[in-house]
């Protein structure tokens, strides 16, 4: 279940225009490698330990090869791509890498988590 609340937003460009109210997903608590650990050794034959092992190695190896510029495909699960934002410039020559803003993940679900996303139910939180 996906709890959402509304939430009012001006447009920048047009501040004089009346506030529009969206809808936003809130989290419902967390999930970290050790759940993730003890969740995946009761569906296995693998101790947790192992488990927390293999995930915490598959983040480390995520993030050299991220580092190297390579796109991560996790099979099935999705894959990984770093992006950047820049300030923009007049002329090609003027472009370098000083002009990075800041870097970005960005994640592409695979078909899978895509197919779950289209069978999500909702509930609307008023406060």
């Avoid at 996906?2 to 937003?9: A, D, H, M, Q």
């Avoid at 936003?24 to 650990?37: E, F, H, K, P, V």
């Avoid at 803003?101 to 988590?113: D, H, M, T, V, Y």
Wanted: aromatic letters at 8%; proline letters at 5%; charged letters at 25%.
């Amino acid at each position: 279940m996906i709890y959402l609340k509304t939430i009012g937003k001006r447009n920048p460009l047009h501040l004089d225009d009346p506030v529009k109210y969206y809808l936003q997903a809130i989290g419902n608590g967390y999930t970290d490698l050790d759940r993730l650990a003890y969740l995946v050794s009761n569906q296995s034959t693998v101790r947790e330990a192992d488990c927390y092992a293999v995930l915490y190695a598959l983040q480390h190896n995520i993030m050299d090869e991220l580092k190297q510029g390579k796109i991560v495909k996790l099979g099935t699960l999705g894959h990984f791509k770093v992006v950047v934002k820049s300030n923009g410039m007049d002329l090609p020559e003027k472009v370098n890498p000083s002009l990075i803003e800041r870097a970005k993940l960005n994640f592409r679900p695979g078909k899978p988590i895509q197919s779950m996303l289209k069978t999500l139910s909702y509930k609307h939180i008023t406060e």
